[in-house]
């Protein structure tokens, strides 16, 4: 199975691909790490990121594996006269897509557990990047993710004998003593 970071950051991806809204926009022009190839100039693509991972921290004891996934969703077109309404649109879209029941089947439809805890938006940067003889607008939308990493299986043997020894001090001499329980194992 791949890691479970892998899974949620392509059910991210998946999630805006199933969306007709941005599909409108960006098509399959929906990438998953900064080196794809982002396509012909001018046409709007998206990029899904994890930018950080960190354990959450908890007062439970054991305390369960839970973290904290910081996912940066890029979005980029080219300039002109509705680059503003594109980016609100598209941004509009990834809010609605992203909720936890949907990305959980996600995840687990790829083979992984459906271990989400909770999803924020954390908020958007503006920005425009120039390039060569056009300019390119950006909104940079950042989500915290929250979920429980699944313990893995351990294969250990069965338990069937647990033994304890002492000694015992008496006033006519030392006496040892053993206890043997033998588990059944049916």
Same mark, same amino acid.
């Given at each position: ?22 599909? $409108?926009?960006? &098509?399959?022009?929906? #990438? %998953? ?8 100039? /001018?046409?709007?693509?998206? !990029? ?60 687990? $439809?790829?083979? &992984?557990?459906?271990? #989400? %805890? ?8 503006? /920005?425009?990047?120039?390039? !060569? ?54």
């Amino acid at each position: 199975m791949k890691p479970l970071v892998t899974l949620i950051r392509q059910a991210l991806a998946d999630r805006l691909r199933q969306s007709p809204e941005i599909a $409108a926009f960006a &098509g399959d022009r929906i #990438f %998953l790490n900064r080196f794809e190839a982002w396509g012909e100039a /001018g046409l709007t693509t998206i !990029g899904v990121y994890v930018i950080s991972e960190e354990p959450l921290e908890t007062d439970i004891s054991p305390p369960p594996d839970e973290r904290r996934l910081t996912v940066t969703v890029e979005i980029l077109s080219r300039e002109d006269a509705a680059l503003e309404e594109r980016l609100d649109q598209i941004a509009d879209q990834v809010l609605r897509s992203y909720t936890l029941d949907p990305l959980g089947e996600l995840v687990k $439809a790829a083979g &992984g557990p459906d271990t #989400f %805890l909770k999803i924020e938006w954390l908020g958007n940067d503006r /920005g425009y990047l120039p390039e !060569g003889e056009h300019t390119i607008g950006a909104n940079i939308m950042a989500f915290s993710l929250e979920y429980q990493q699944p313990w893995a299986d351990a294969e250990l043997p069965p338990f069937e004998t647990a033994a304890t020894d002492w000694r015992a001090q008496t006033p006519e001499g030392e006496i040892e003593a053993e206890n043997i329980v033998q588990l059944d194992q049916d």
